[in-house]
């Protein structure tokens, strides 16, 4: 809309002309208050990022290989509607949006191009998000325009090829104050817990003049970790704020070097950093095998200076902080290539604990009695503070002082504890140290997510420098135990974990039945089978049996681990016909639990005249197969009674055991039925009984694995049409792996036409080898079908076999005519016509001709 100022100027003509100046005036005092009142971090290399979450931020790329177009809409806080928008606030170290630096871990990098991140010389995508910032004065060999943003940004040196990031070097290093490393190519992450960095390089660059390449960690070009590889040696070093040692030995704090590697340049390097933000250490390795891994602190023994470097003093733990890759040719004249195969951050893997697991939190190793407390060095992913300060007031009857005196408190600390799925209970120890009132000291502590703890106050549970012991349970369901403290007044503190498995109660052992009932003849020899029990325990305790009642004069006896009953004396029908015995069923808990069966045993009546039952019809052994359902019809007149008097059947494994649990035997049918789940073999005993005596009969039921199911070959891969030449010998040789079986069965090859004919007869086909070879006489097409047989089914693929006819045989011309010399006047024209005929070609080819 047209702005209209006929109130500004129709009074006084003369602002006709004033206007625009006014106007102009008031925008510069606008802009110099905004200014003002806008005061910006000039270090935004070591800005955490998540202050610029609000941020938003529109990339575009053009899909040609230029300079990306960026169009950046944004919104800071405080800024109002219509007041000029901000510059990007990380545009000194990336071209991505300032919410695209930080990465989640695991992050790694193949470097197929496809990664995401900033773009090589080509358009390619390198997969770092960012590149170290330079507070130092650029090299002037290095070509930096003052106007680069990110000033340390060179993608021209920059290659991504054949799966591999190609850095093209320049002179520039960050080291002490020089501070002016081109492509220090990182991401940004959150210090936290234990972290791994790794990558490789491939022929690292031997040389004398500081030539390094390798891997970085850090907050700036100040302040920094790396480890890498410099004239054959791989080397790790701390700097703070410019300051790294320069000592030349052992003694050195600030750096551990291995001895000069032979041949390191001519290997493939992987290189491994690990920084531990709860202990405050820094380990460096290298492997040139990607097998076994070398610490590169090996030689520095000393117990004030290790292998480990101590990073305390750099307050790295929680902050965001940058990795990545870098290279220089330092002092060199001529610029390297590093060829950089992977990289990568990830978590360390911590180390699988087994319940029962104690931990003296903040501390080292204790034993109270036999308990051993380990040393908290590993699983406090986020550390909080540690304190091993004494102080007085500790019950007496604390044997082991230090394992309270030592502790863990932050306003906001966790543990992490990978553990096998399950219940846990867990001992918490507390110690109020410090405060001496109720309210003073109140904090929550989370379980797997879940408050379990809540508003914990030890002074008001148990007052100052007594021991409070809070057991909670906890279901592991992810593998880790998460364990999270956070203070809502002062700090929260632990002094001692104790992680133990949850035991379920015991339970007393199951019998198979509640009652038992045998029969056995008068005349039944001592010692013989009289029948056999079976309980179960829940928790698989070992079950011992025992006759606890019902057994006069010792008249039975029980097997204490099978539970088979025998006869231990001799049975008389007209003194005791029936024996009711009571067996128990015992567990080997503490306390023990038990359980009991009735056990009844007949005695059979013997009566004169009576003739046993005869097995009159042996049975013939017979099969089952795993998982089919198996039935067995026994055949009428397998027993006989000479007195015609009726039967009953019982039956039971020979040696008087019960039948697997999957085999059921109906005696009114005489017929077994049943799934079996396993392969075995099984003695069955078979009894009639006619009321007074038994007879039995036993076979052999033996149960197979069920076979496997076979997979037909498949034809994996297609064979290309082939072709040969008439006269010309021919051989193709089929490629491995044209047919798959996914059993790994032998397979046998046949070769026919496609219609099922016989191969032509100069075209041999080898199975064994599976080659074609022979010499076609003319000129034909032939549809090849290759067959692949398991022994089972078979599957074939066809192909083509063009013979082609052979091309004419050429014939050189042949001069037929000699041409007589000629002879010319000097200063006279000179011609000669060659007479024809004198060239004739025998395949009357057209000639052309020269003359030299």
């Known amino acids: 809309m047209k702005k209209d100022y006929s ?11 004033a206007w625009p100046l006014i106007i102009l005036i008031g925008l510069i005092v606008s802009m110099q208050s905004f200014a003002l009142n806008f005061v910006r971090e000039n270090d935004l290399f070591s800005w955490p990022l998540k202050e610029f979450a609000a941020v938003k931020t529109a990339v575009t790329r053009s899909s040609e290989k230029t300079k990306p177009e960026q169009d950046f809409t944004q919104k800071s806080k405080g800024m109002k509607a219509g007041a000029l928008p901000l510059a990007d606030p990380c545009t000194n170290i990336t071209t991505l949006p300032c919410e695209q630096v930080n990465v989640t871990l695991p992050f790694n ?7 995401g991140g900033l773009l090589d010389k080509n358009g390619a995508l390198i997969g770092f998000t960012m590149v170290g910032d330079l507070s130092g004065t650029p090299v002037s060999t290095d070509s930096i325009s003052s106007t680069a943003v990110p000033k340390g940004y060179k993608p021209s040196r920059l290659t991504i090829a054949d799966g591999k990031l190609n850095i093209r070097t320049n002179s520039g290093i960050a080291f002490q104050t020089n ?4 492509n220090a190519l990182g991401a940004g992450i959150l210090a936290d817990g234990r972290v791994v960095f790794e990558t490789t390089i491939i022929n690292p ?32 070093r701390k700097e703070l704020n410019d300051v790294t040692s320069g000592v030349t030995t052992n003694a050195n704090t600030d750096q551990r070097v291995t001895g000069v590697i032979d041949n390191l340049s001519t290997k493939t390097v992987r290189l491994r950093m690990v920084a531990d933000f709860v202990t405050n250490t820094l380990e460096g390795y290298y492997s040139t095998d990607g097998v076994a891994y070398t610490n590169v602190g090996t030689a520095y023994t000393s117990g004030t200076n290790p292998a480990a470097i101590n990073i305390a003093d750099m307050a790295l733990a929680g902050k965001t902080i940058y990795a990545g890759i870098y290279a220089t040719h330092r002092t060199n004249t001529s610029a390297l290539t590093y060829s950089f195969d992977n990289f990568s951050i990830k978590n360390y893997e911590f180390p699988m604990i087994t319940a029962p697991y104690r931990i003296n939190a903040g501390g080292i190793q204790r034993t109270v009695g036999s308990v051993v407390y380990n040393a908290d060095d590993i699983y406090a992913r986020v550390a909080g503070n540690v304190s091993n300060a004494s102080y007085t007031g500790l019950p007496s009857t604390i044997t082991v002082p230090e394992l309270y005196y030592e502790r863990r408190f932050g306003s906001k600390f966790s543990y992490y504890l990978p553990i096998a799925n399950g219940r846990y209970t867990i001992n918490m120890h507390f110690v109020e140290n410090f405060q001496g009132a109720a309210g003073g000291r109140i904090f929550d502590v989370n379980f797997e997510g879940n408050t379990l703890l809540d508003n914990l106050d030890i002074f008001s549970e148990v007052g100052k420098t007594n021991v409070l012991i809070k057991t909670i349970e906890t279901q592991v369901s992810d593998g880790v135990l998460n364990i999270d403290f956070i203070a809502s007044k002062d700090n929260a503190i632990i ?9 379920p109660p015991n339970e007393a052992p199951v019998f198979a039945s509640a009652t038992y009932s045998f029969n056995k003849d008068e005349a039944t020899a001592a010692g013989a089978g009289i ?27 029980i097997d204490s681990e099978s539970g088979a009953i025998t006869l231990a004396g001799t049975l008389n029908y007209a003194t005791d016909s029936v024996y009711v ?21 007949h005695v059979n009546k013997p009566v004169t005249g009576n003739h046993a039952p005869v097995a009159a019809l042996p049975i013939n052994d017979q099969t089952a197969v795993t998982g089919t359902a198996f039935t067995y019809n026994v055949a009428a007149g397998t027993f006989t009674d000479e007195d015609s008097d009726p039967l009953t059947y019982t039956v039971s494994l020979a040696n008087d055991g019960l039948l697997p649990s999957w085999l059921s035997f109906d005696a009114a ?17 078979l009894t009639a009984n006619d009321g007074k005596v038994s007879a039995s009969t036993e076979f052999n039921l033996v149960v197979n694995a069920a076979a496997a199911i076979n997979h037909a070959p498949v034809a994996a891969l297609p064979i290309n049409d082939q072709s040969a030449v008439a006269g010309t010998a021919f051989t193709y040789n089929v490629a491995a792996g044209t047919f798959t079986d996914e059993d790994s069965d032998p397979l046998t090859y046949t070769a026919s036409l496609a219609n099922d004919g016989s191969l032509p007869l100069w075209l041999s086909f080898d199975a064994a080898n599976v080659s074609f070879s022979g010499t076609p006489e003319t000129a034909a097409t032939y549809r090849i079908k290759l067959t692949a047989n398991d022994g089972k089914v078979s599957a074939s693929t066809e192909f083509n076999l063009v013979v082609n006819a052979a091309a004419a045989t050429n014939h050189a011309p042949v001069l037929a005519l000699s041409i007589s010399d000629q002879s010319v006047v000097a200063g006279s024209a000179f011609s000669y016509k060659m007479a024809a005929g004198t060239f004739t070609d025998e395949d009357s080819d057209p000639l052309t001709y020269t003359a030299s």
């Not at 501070?179 to 081109?182: A, E, K, P, R």
């Open 531 to 557: 029948g056999q029990v079976s309980a179960t325990d829940a928790a698989g305790q070992t079950v011992h049996y025992s006759i606890t009642a019902g057994n006069q004069s010792s008249k039975f006896a």
């Open 7 to 17: 109130l500004i100027h129709r009074p006084r003509r003369y602002f006709v002309w």
């Open 179 to 182: 501070n002016n490393q081109i």
């Open 205 to 236: 660059f031997n040389g004398t003049k500081s030539e390094q390449g390798g891997l970085w960690v850090g907050l700036s070009d100040k302040t920094f970790l790396k480890l890498s590889i410099s004239a054959n040696k791989v080397e790790m």
């Open 669 to 685: 049918n005489l017929s077994f039925s049943g799934t079996p789940d396993a392969a075995a073999t099984y003695r069955i005993k």
């Open 581 to 601: 015995l009571t067996v128990q069923a015992t567990d080997n808990a503490t306390p023990a639990l038990s359980a009991t069966a009735q056990v009844t045993i």
């Open 109 to 115: 990098l193949n470097f197929d191009g496809n990664e």
């Open 495 to 503: 002094n001692a974990i104790e992680i133990l498995p949850v035991t």
